[in-house]
Structures are given as structure tokens and as C-alpha cells.
T-cell receptor
Framework: EAGVAQSPRYKIIEKRQSVAFWCNPI?????LYWYQQILGQGPKLLIQ????????DSQLPKDRFSAERLKGVDSTLKIQPAKLEDSAVYLC???????????FGSGTRLTVV | DQQVKQNSPSLSVQEGRISILNCDYT??????FLWYKKYPAEGPTFLIS?????DKNEDGRFTVFLNKSAKHLSLHIVPSQPGDSAVYFC?????????????FGKGTKLSVKP
């Protein structure tokens, strides 16, 4: 079973620029999550999709972050404009309707300078 | 306000000995707890979980203990191996499983010395 694919692996941008991350979950996984992990912290949920609908986006800074999951498969997370404090690893994860735990991708490390 | 706390940022253990990683939580609505292991430059990988209806779950060298009255759980690794060296995250959720928002602790870096 292929894992959760994310790209790019690394991205460096200047503040106020925009950036987008891509995630391809495990085939058949209905639920997709985007987490933000700041250095020294645990991952924090940004948004959760069930198929192509948003289940929870209560912690997504909607003034600058947006995410979509077209056709209930791939997902993109966008930041516009980026701030220095957005420097973090952005993790995508997916899970089945039932089962234990998520499967995480390797993440995208974003550095905002 | 941290709902899931891992108060030890790091732990060093000799190979073959027991590693005990601790986690405390404050939200009494949490009913499902998980441990994830993370190597550098990789995403966290699921290790073991426990439902609040149990007080112990075992999988090979890994055992998780849950003390609901103390709002405390621990992960025991016996015997510890150098390949276990990683950051371990404790996570918790409401609603009985992986469908919910996982709240993570800050992690404990385990170093197992040969």
C-alpha cells in the first residue's frame, strides 16, 4: 500500500509571498487532515476533510490559509500571504472510515524568511 | 492551555533496559489515546493506541498503560533497542477513534545507547 504523498519536501519563501502544498492520501482513505508542526511542538490540526467536505477548520487561520480537496482525493493547502511564524512542517494525514490512527506523509518543511 | 502534556523533553536509556515515556492530559472527555513515533525528516508513524475502556494494551515490546483517575498514560518499551531512538508523541481524541481531531503533546526524544 502506497503511503501518503506530499510535495514539495522543502520550501523557502520570503514573507508576504504565497505558497501551496500538495497531498495525495492513501487510496480509499475518506478522511484527510492537514497538521502544522512548529519546531519543538506537537502537530496541531489545521483542517479535516471527509471526502471533499470540511469537517473541522476551526483552527485554520482563514485570513491567510485556505485548503481544498477536489473530488475527495488530492488536497492542496495554500498560505497567502506568508508570515515568519508560518515556518513549520506541514503534515498531511489520512485515515479510513474505521481503523486506528492516521497515516502521515513525510511533510513539507516551510521556511519563511 | 496544553491539553496533552509530555513533561520530559528527552530520555536516555541503555540498550536492553526499559524505556518509560509519560503523558498527562487535562480533558476528561478524551477517550482514545495514541502514541506516535517520529524519525527526523519523516512523518509520525502510529505505534500503539488504547481506548479509555481499557487500562492496558500490549503489542510486542510496546505496552501502553492508562490511569484514567490520574489522567495519565505511559508507554513502556522492553527491551529498548537503538532503533527505538526517535521522538515519541502522545496524542488524544474524543469520540472513540481516529476520526477526530488528535491533540498532540510536544514529544519526548528517546535515545537508546548501545
Amino acid at each position: 500500500e502506497a503511503g501518503v504523498a506530499q510535495s514539495p519536501r522543502y520550501k523557502i519563501i520570503e514573507k508576504r509571498q504565497s505558497v501551496a502544498f500538495w497531498c495525495n492520501p492513501i487510496s480509499g482513505h475518506a478522511t484527510l487532515y492537514w497538521y502544522q508542526q512548529i519546531l519543538g511542538q506537537g502537530p496541531k490540526l489545521l483542517i479535516q476533510f471527509q471526502n471533499n467536505g470540511v469537517v473541522d477548520d476551526s483552527q485554520l487561520p482563514k485570513d491567510r490559509f485556505s485548503a481544498e480537496r477536489l473530488k475527495g482525493v488530492d488536497s492542496t493547502l495554500k498560505i497567502q500571504p506568508a508570515k515568519l511564524e508560518d515556518s513549520a512542517v506541514y503534515l498531511c494525514a489520512s485515515s479510513r472510515e474505521t481503523g486506528e490512527g492516521y497515516t502521515f506523509g513525510s511533510g513539507t518543511r516551510l521556511t519563511v524568511v | 492551555d496544553q491539553q496533552v502534556k509530555q513533561n520530559s523533553p528527552s530520555l536516555s536509556v541503555q540498550e536492553g533496559r526499559i524505556s518509560i515515556l509519560n503523558c498527562d492530559y487535562t480533558n476528561s472527555m478524551f477517550d482514545y489515546f495514541l502514541w506516535y513515533k517520529k524519525y527526523p525528516a519523516e512523518g509520525p508513524t502510529f505505534l500503539i493506541s488504547i481506548s479509555s475502556i481499557k487500562d492496558k494494551n500490549e503489542d510486542g515490546r510496546f505496552t501502553v498503560f492508562l490511569n484514567k483517575s490520574a489522567k495519565h498514560l505511559s508507554l513502556h518499551i522492553v527491551p529498548s533497542q537503538p532503533g527505538d531512538s526517535a521522538v515519541y508523541f502522545c496524542a488524544a481524541s474524543e469520540g472513540g477513534g481516529s476520526q477526530g481531531n488528535l491533540i498532540f503533546g510536544k514529544g519526548t526524544k528517546l535515545s537508546v545507547k548501545p
